[in-house]
């Protein structure tokens, strides 16, 4: 087993296109790590100096991971994260 | 009740409880029912602060011309308000949103100016921006960074609640201009200082997600992270789900955003019961399903209400 990461379609062109990779680690910034290691630039588009970059939101099995402990989230096999564009609501 | 006119009757919406939906007697959800407002949602609650603030601040007079972003609901309170105080309004609205939405605009006396589908609520708001730019003496309320939003929640939805539960111990709410969880949220936090503040995020399909730049992003000026306890972003899929299952165990007919909010409310429900905690969660019932009819969202099998879904604006 594995943790999936899914990929919104602007980044995919780090992936090959692919939908979902899957990675390892403990934290999230290890598993942000692993996926480097095999999709170069990946990383860069995620985090800053600052942590998790403005726009960019991540989420541990749908719940947003700066309410759980941003980069240093724990996660484990059988997890989904999936990384998504921070938009505007809708109804409003 | 008896009201001096229909501006005056916006808000004291009923909390019905949940019965069938409630794990346990311990476990209780609750749902405002934000849908028997005037124009049939939540937004007549901010529509009439963020107008009345203009009016005070003397940026509003007779004859003005009000700018909105919106993806239908907030057009629509301020159509009903523009029209009984005589302003002019123009909306500023994704091409992906329901039909349902545009007649309603159109039959309140709305312009109504698309922006594209790609990006969804995003692009509404940077087409509105630049409008606003080339039209000085049109008056943009502006939804997303006006404090009239959440000071709108603050002062009516949140007190309500809190008047008719003062048990609560979770509010879950739909995010999108953010203006109803800063606003509930602010207020139930200086009376019951344990309260959970939980956002139900909608999570749309790749149309609406596909063509955003990471870099350009959007979250909305009133958006305060601190007001929060969590966040969870709900798939289409599961808002689906959850809207039928509300009409079918509780007979309530509500928009597909309520369900969204109802998947977050029995997530934190699970939990408690898990932690063998007592809670009464409230979640916000936004609006009717009426303006979602022709989505197809209440026909046939699931999977294909969400196909029929999908690249559209459903919150």
Known sequence: ?92 | MRFDSLIDSVGRTPLVGLPRLSPSDDVRIWAKLEDRNPTGSIKDRPALWMVEQAEKDGLLTPGCTILEPTSGNTGISLAMSARLKGYKLICVMPENTSEERRQLLRMWGAEIISSPAAGGSNEAVRVAKGLAAEHPDWVMLYQYGNPANWRSHYESTGPEIFADLPTVTHFVAGLGTTGTLMGVGRYLREKVPDIKIVAAEPRYGELVYGLRNVDEGFVPELYDASVLTTRFSVTSADALRRTRELLATEGIFAGISTGCALHAALGMARKAVQEGERADIVFIVADGGWKYLSTGAYEGTLDEAEDRLEGQLWA
Not at chain 1, 2 to 13: D, F, G, H, V
Not at chain 1, 31 to 43: T, V
Request: glycine content about 14%; hydrophobic content about 40%; proline content about 4%.
């Open chain 1, 1 to 92: 087993m594995a943790i999936e990461i899914r990929i919104p379609t602007i980044l995919r062109t780090y992936t090959g296109g692919a939908k979902a990779v899957d990675g390892t680690g403990a934290t999230l910034e290890e598993l942000i790590g692993d996926l480097e290691s095999r999709h170069p630039g990946l990383r860069d588009r995620l985090v800053d100096d600052s942590g998790l970059r403005r726009f960019v939101n991540v989420y541990l099995n749908d719940e947003d991971v700066r309410f759980l402990g941003g980069l240093s989230t724990p996660v484990a096999d059988g997890d989904t994260v999936t990384v998504l564009p921070a938009v505007a609501g809708g109804a409003r």
